[in-house]
């Protein structure tokens, strides 16, 4: 089982077991070195030298020596069951290699047992792969690293002067194990077979080593290093045992594609969740999230409660998700199995110290701005100037509607805080919302001033046609009580349009190419012309003012406004008090009066009109032919008319006393000939037209000549030039 309760939650590491005797720094007792295998045993041997070896019997002297060489325990050798006195120089073993001492102790260079026959060149001892001691110690070694301590002698004792380790002639060195006496002659001379070999092998394997690299057939080492086999399990060069079962249930538990325990989302618990089941539950959270979390916005006046729904602000699931997903997730070790354990650590870690996520949010920064707007749209406001709704003409004076003040919301502001409170997600809901007031330009108090009549138009009624008549009426109804505010333009048609039946017009006659025709709105230009003269000598600013194409007989050359359907009356109020026209029409005239302070009570403008350049003669008689005419019988339809220039004016009196004369524009009018109508074939000799040859004899009397009507035509595609609109 893994142990939890270390404190750094690593693997546990098995401790490596060494062989009794070596443990660390420990000394070895020469009694306990290794002896000879069993094969090698003193009984049936021979030396090199062809002489045998025998056994020594036990005797008293030797029995109990230190020195004896004793068989490794466990043993089951029949030589090594054997206890044999020392005479000989004492050989011992140090990893493998066999020493010999002289008389005084030292160690000779020896010969390893694994070279026995072989010559030594350089004196020093030549390893033998296979003998590096016991196999115990190879295993040992093999399975941990471990490396023996040196062995420590001790000094060989005399017996009867002669050192124990000692026998045989003193230039001679003997190998007890292995009956081989090697003689200093044989130890200088020169071994060329084994030069050779280790030139070649220093050769030969880099360069089959580089050649296979080359090849693709041999891999770099680093790239595959695996596991280290021992005779038990397997351990990873980075330590772990990846056989243990900690490590086993750390690679079970990081398999797991879940989001472990320990991770909370504001309380709410995902532990054991997967992703798509993760993704559910945060679609739920966000829907509730957005109708049931609201914010407070509040404004001097009042407090608006708003939804995350209405702001449009919802949770950041993918966002939330990947974050939960990322804990017990967040090593980056390159080693797999290292990367294993360390996110076994962080999953462990969670259970002990859970993480609660606060929420993460989405939303678009002008969405949210956009909603403001329609939230606050009770409490931001343009600003209304005041206004004259009418005039009390008894009273002379204006009933006014008050002004409305503005109010300007700062949303950047706003938003800044709805962000900060999504982002700390702090405790107040409370977002103040930051507003400025606006005053209009005109105010009651403004338009309460005094007010005085500023002009007056009149003009006469010539013709008491019924449809005409109801024309004049229509429009002083539409006119009366018009209120132009400061600053305001006025447009006769704007007040007056559409020309229509169902607006309450009504035919009447009309001049168009010469021809008095029945047209809808015939006479309007009428109230037109009153209206201009009121307007002008109001101190109104004229912008937009045609003159007709004949002289009418309502009005003076000069004075006129014709109207149509591409020419309009406009003018507009520069002062700061508002201007109202009051307009009556009777069987007899139409009237127009305009109050306001345009103009100071004691200032008069008057609206003059100079002939200037030459007059255009009408030209010959004209006859037209009429069926309804009885043979000789003459009708005039129109007297003739000589055109003319006109120049208008606006002289300013003060007190009475001229101050200026102001040129306002020219108006030219055509000249038109005296028209007859007779009956058919009946138009005198020499005239357009005529095909007879009967004198005809004019009337002495003339004709009553029908009243002409002028009106902007509604449905005719005539041009300008063949439609005069000419309203007398």
């Known amino acids: 089982m893994a142990n939890n309760n270390r404190e750094d939650n690593t693997p546990k590491t098995r401790k490596l077991r060494i062989n009794p005797g070596f443990d660390n720094g420990g000394e070895i007792n020469p009694s306990r070195v290794s002896q000879p295998s069993a094969s090698l045993s003193a009984s049936g041997r021979s030396n090199r030298t062809g002489k045998p070896v025998g056994g020594i019997p036990e005797t008293a002297e030797t029995k109990g020596n230190p020195y004896e060489k004793r068989p490794q325990a466990g043993s089951s050798s029949p030589a090594a069951s054997r206890v044999r006195p020392i005479s000989k120089p004492i050989r011992t073993s140090d990893n493998g290699i066999y020493k010999e001492r002289d008389a005084a102790g030292k160690i000779k260079p020896a010969v390893s047992p694994g070279r026995a026959g072989r010559e030594n060149i350089t004196g020093k001892h030549l390893r033998n792969k296979n003998s590096t001691g016991s196999p115990v110690q190879k295993s040992n070694r093999a399975k941990t690293g471990y490396s023996p301590q040196p062995v420590k002698y001790e000094s060989p004792k005399k017996e009867n002067g002669v050192s124990a380790g000692k026998s045989g002639p003193a230039n001679h060195k003997s190998d007890s194990s292995y009956g081989r006496t090697v003689t200093p002659a044989a130890r200088k001379k020169f071994d060329t077979r084994l030069l050779v070999i280790l030139?070649?092998?220093?050769?030969?394997?880099?360069?089959?080593?580089?050649?296979?690299r080359a090849l693709g057939l041999i891999s770099d080492p680093s790239e595959n290093i695996g596991p280290v086999e021992t005779t038990n399990n397997t351990v990873e060069?980075?330590?772990?045992?990846?056989?243990?079962?900690?490590?086993?249930?750390?690679?079970?538990?990081?398999?797991?594609?879940?989001?472990?325990?320990?991770?909370?989302?504001?309380?709410?618990?995902?532990?054991?969740?997967?992703?798509?089941?993760?993704?559910?539950?945060?679609?739920?959270?966000?829907?509730?999230?957005?109708?049931?979390?609201?914010?407070?916005?509040?404004?001097?006046?009042?407090?608006?409660?708003?939804?995350?729904?209405?702001?449009?602000?919802?949770?950041?699931?993918?966002?939330?998700?990947?974050?939960?997903?990322?804990?017990?997730?967040?090593?980056?070790?390159?080693?797999?199995?290292?990367?294993?354990?360390?996110?076994?650590?962080?999953?462990?870690?969670?259970?002990?110290?859970?993480?609660?996520?606060?929420?993460?949010?989405?939303?678009?920064?002008?969405?949210?701005?956009?909603?403001?707007?329609?939230?606050?749209?009770?409490?931001?406001?343009?600003?209304?100037?005041?206004?004259?709704?009418?005039?009390?003409?008894?009273?002379?004076?204006?009933?006014?509607?008050?002004?409305?003040?503005?109010?300007?919301?700062?949303?950047?502001?706003?938003?800044?805080?709805?962000?900060?409170?999504?982002?700390?997600?702090?405790?107040?809901?409370?977002?103040?919302?930051?507003?400025?007031?606006?005053?209009?330009?005109?105010?009651?108090?403004?338009?309460?001033?005094?007010?005085?009549?500023?002009?007056?138009?009149?003009?006469?009624?010539?013709?008491?046609?019924?449809?005409?008549?109801?024309?004049?009426?229509?429009?002083?109804?539409l006119l009366n009580g018009s209120i132009i505010q400061p600053g305001e333009t006025f447009s006769y048609w704007g007040v007056l349009g559409p020309i229509t039946e169902a607006n309450g017009y009504e035919n009447a006659a009309v001049l168009v190419s010469g021809q008095y025709v029945d047209g809808m709105g015939g006479g309007l230009c009428q109230p037109s012309t009153t209206l201009f003269q009121a307007a002008a000598k109001a101190g109104l600013t004229i912008i937009e003012r045609r003159n007709h194409g004949l002289v009418g007989t309502y009005f003076d050359p000069g004075t006129d406004a014709m109207v149509s359907g591409w020419s309009d009356l406009k003018f507009r109020n520069d002062s700061n008090q508002p201007v109202a026209i009051i307009g009556k029409t009777t069987s007899k005239t139409v009237t127009y009066r305009i109050y306001g302070n345009t103009k100071a009570p004691n200032v008069t403008i008057k609206l003059t009109a100079e002939k200037i350049g030459q007059d255009v003669k009408p030209g010959p008689t004209v006859y037209i032919e009429d069926e309804t005419l009885a043979p000789g019988k003459v009708v005039r339809d129109n007297r003739a008319i000589t055109g003319t220039t006109w120049q208008t004016y606006l002289e300013y009196y003060e007190d009475g006393n001229f101050v200026k004369k102001e040129k306002l524009w020219r108006s030219r009018y055509k000249a038109k000939a005296e028209t007859y109508r007779v009956a058919v074939g009946y138009i005198p000799a020499g005239y357009p037209g005529a095909t007879t040859t009967v004198e005809t004899t004019l009337p002495s009397t003339e004709a009553s000549t029908p009243t002409p009507v002028e009106t902007p035509p509604s449905d005719t595609n005539a041009s300008e030039t063949e439609i005069e609109n000419l309203l007398e």
């Open 237 to 477: 060069s980075t330590g772990l045992d990846i056989n243990s079962e900690e490590f086993l249930l750390a690679k079970e538990l990081t398999s797991s594609e879940i989001i472990y325990p320990g991770v909370f989302l504001d309380g709410e618990s995902f532990a054991n969740l997967t992703k798509e089941q993760a993704r559910d539950k945060l679609r739920e959270m966000s829907e509730e999230l957005k109708e049931n979390t609201s914010l407070i916005l509040v404004t001097p006046d009042k407090n608006i409660v708003a939804t995350f729904a209405e702001l449009d602000i919802a949770l950041n699931i993918e966002g939330t998700l990947n974050e939960m997903w990322s804990y017990g997730r967040q090593s980056l070790n390159n080693d797999k199995n290292m990367q294993i354990m360390e996110r076994y650590r962080e999953i462990k870690a969670l259970e002990e110290q859970p993480v609660n996520l606060p929420y993460i949010y989405v939303y678009s920064e002008g969405k949210v701005e956009t909603n403001l707007h329609a939230l606050l749209a009770t409490v931001a406001k343009d600003p209304v100037p005041a206004k004259a709704i009418s005039f009390n003409e008894e009273r002379v004076a204006f009933n006014i509607e008050p002004e409305v003040v503005g109010v300007t919301v700062d949303y950047k502001s706003a938003v800044g805080q709805i962000k900060n409170y999504l982002a700390v997600s702090s405790e107040s809901k409370r977002i103040l919302v930051d507003t400025e007031l606006i005053y209009p330009d005109v105010t009651a108090a403004d338009l309460q001033k005094p007010v005085h009549l500023l002009a007056e138009a009149s003009t006469p009624i010539m013709s008491q046609h019924s449809g005409r008549m109801s024309n004049l009426r229509r429009a002083d109804e």
């Open 199 to 212: 030139l070649a092998v220093v050769v030969l394997i880099p360069t089959v080593y580089f050649a296979g």
